[in-house]
């Protein structure tokens, strides 16, 4: 019984495989080990055990202990040496009979969208990342380097511009009196929910939606190439495969998937597709 786990910084998907081939699901919250201390990881990984005992008897009308799990694939944020022993540590106490195979989000994405081809995988969604893959391994990384200093095109750092774009009266008058209104958000109330408050890159992230509504804006729209495009100058065109598919997972992409197909290909680039969530496509990757 194998277990196949995509866990990013806002969101964990757990997926079981049954007898039957059909995966039983569940979800909990994300973990990163890189900003998570090891009680947090370990207390999401003890919960998830815990609610496939719990929920999975009700299913199948057996009982299960997490003891019956014999493989787990664990894709996570942040889970790269050492930083990973944590997830390692917490999942081998969660699922103790399990063969444990714990690897980056960003290989989950690249298995995900290129199988066993070559090809080009990108990340985005709260956070950004990508890689040059051979069908089997990454082989080239351009580090994210995370939301402050990197991360283009992710939805904390959209997120960031948007929103500062909108305190400094950057886009037309409407715009930003709309923004504030529809968060019901002060200058006062951003400032500490950035500056105060824990985990502003969700915070910010959570801004996509609306920018998502606005993105035929005749502001908002160049805004948005702009950024998407500066995700390829910095990242996607250091692999210098032009030739390669380039594609994507994560919410950011699958929400302005027009003009990330637009910046793909004014940098000259071979877009390949979109996939807002990897962990069905993984799920196939290790059950299929």
Known sequence: MKLIVDSGSTKTSWRLQLGSGIPFPIETIGVNP???DAEAVRQVIITAARSFERELPLFQHQDFTASSVSEV???????????????????????PKAELFVESDLLGAARALCGHSEGIACIMGTGSNSCLYDGDKIVKNVSPLGWILGDEGSGAVLGRLFVGAVLKQQFHKSLCTSFLKYHNLTQADII?????QPLPNRFLASLVPYISRVQGDREVRPFLLREFRRFFKRNVLAYRRPDLPVNFVGGVAAAFEDLVREATEKEKLTFGFIEKSPIDKIYQYHCG
Do not use: K, M, N
């Open 192 to 196: 500490d929910r950035v500056y105060r």
């Open 34 to 36: 890189v900003r998570d």
């Open 73 to 95: 694939y664990f894709y996570g944020a942040g889970c790269v040496q050492p930083y990973s022993e944590v997830v390692r540590e917490s999942l081998a106490e969660g699922f």
